[in-house]
């Protein structure tokens, strides 16, 4: 995709992943408006980025996904970009009982958010000359970590889900990426310290030289042994799977 010239909005913009995308986005000479649960780190994001926007969003809350698109749409109607990046991971037990509210937390943040969030967005898109859609999985849907079993699950969903919307959308104005991060040093399960995690600051470097080529699948390196696991030209066969049920109609 084009690097620059872009009005951007990106869900949960306040840390990690979510923030150094936004940060990197902004630099190169983007509208970037950043949107978190918390007013306080978002003040601090927008302070340290001059210019750089910010809304408040609970991404469980699908009234509050509904009232900050309303928003978006009236004050930046340039808005061409929308970066699902929000998402929780926890430890959970496939092998025993999982606390219901653990499990419908990550379930609605990780999974109905985007859902709920492209929803809503989705028609202003369609008009943009160019627009993007942006959903961040994980290498993790494609090889599930059994003590992240729902997390993984939830990042298999979202994989699913852009194969679907990028066929709906061909030969529109909207372009449909999947973002796959390896492990990254951030503060999902405390992992800012941990060696066996890429640095931050590579991931994005690396993750944002490829946004700016025609790849609609966004990984590193270092994750393309796990996407590698059911074949990186997966979408060549659903989108045949896809024509083929669609010419017998």
Do not use: C
Not at 68 to 77: M, N, Q
Not at 81 to 104: E, R, T
Not at 197 to 224: H, Q, S
């Amino acid at each position: 995709m084009k690097l620059s010239g872009n009005t951007v909005f990106i869900t949960g913009g306040t840390s990690g992943i979510g923030r150094s995308l936004a940060e990197a986005l902004h630099k190169r000479g983007n509208q970037v408006i950043i949107s978190g649960r918390r007013k306080g780190h978002l003040a601090e994001v927008t302070k340290a980025n001059p210019g750089m926007q910010s809304l408040e969003l609970n991404v469980e809350d699908p009234a509050s996904i509904a009232a900050v698109a309303k928003k978006l749409i009236a004050e930046y109607p340039k808005l061409n970009v929308l970066i699902n990046n929000a998402g929780i991971m926890q430890i959970d037990d496939a092998a025993g009982a999982i606390d219901d509210s653990v499990l419908v937390s990550i379930v609605t943040t990780n999974l109905l958010g985007p859902i709920r969030m492209t929803s809503a967005l989705i028609e202003h898109l369609k008009k943009q000359p160019s627009a993007t859609v942006i959903n961040v999985s994980s290498g993790l849907a494609f090889v599930p970590l059994a003590s992240t079993a729902v997390y993984s699950a939830t990042k298999a969903a979202i994989h699913s889900y852009t194969q679907s919307m990028r066929y709906r959308l061909k030969g529109s104005s909207v372009r449909v990426l999947e973002l796959i991060p390896p492990w990254v040093q951030t503060d999902l399960l405390n992992s800012k310290d941990e060696p066996r995690a890429m640095p931050l600051a590579a991931f994005i470097e690396e993750a944002v030289t490829v946004l700016g080529t025609d790849a609609e699948e966004v990984m590193v390196e270092r994750v393309k042994m796990l996407r590698n696991n059911p074949g990186p030209n997966e979408f060549v066969f659903v989108a045949q799977f896809n024509d083929m049920i669609a010419s017998a109609h």
